[in-house]
Nanobody, 124 residues
Framework: QVQLVESGGGLVQAGGSLRLSCPVFGVSERTFAGSDMGWFRQAPGKEREFVAATRWSGIGYYADSVKGRFTVSRDNAKNTVYLQLTNLQPEDTAVYYC???????????????WGQGTQVTVSS
């Protein structure tokens, strides 16, 4: 059974940083390397939105709202994807989810397997 387990969330002041981690369990290193990995977030009362994603190459793709502040990366040897959050703002407060899918198609859609989420709260 494939499992994604996010960690690294917390409470920070505006301008602060966090690093989210999402190891993927139950898949081979080869399968993980061939997967698209995405990060999404959902704020209270809002719909879930795309944040960032990466294909096997590790090149990151970002929502406009986080470009220049967030960095997505992956370690295929550890079956893990990361999201570095810097210069956090109160509007970044949300539950952050990682997700995976077979490579291909749009990077902001089509994800099949989701983690349970980790809370990020930014105080002003």
């Amino acid at each position: 059974q494939v499992q994604l387990v996010e960690s690294g969330g917390g409470l920070v002041q505006a301008g602060g940083s966090l690093r989210l981690s999402c190891p993927v369990f139950g898949v081979s290193e080869r399968t993980f390397a061939g997967s698209d990995m995405g990060w999404f977030r959902q704020a209270p009362g809002k719909e879930r939105e795309f944040v960032a994603a990466t294909r096997w190459s590790g090149i990151g793709y970002y929502a406009d709202s986080v470009k220049g502040r967030f960095t997505v990366s992956r370690d295929n040897a550890k079956n893990t994807v990361y999201l570095q959050l810097t210069n956090l703002q109160p509007e970044d407060t949300a539950v952050y989810y990682c997700a995976s899918k077979n490579s291909g198609g749009l990077l902001n859609d089509g994800y099949k397997i989701w983690g349970q989420g980790t809370q990020v709260t930014v105080s002003s």
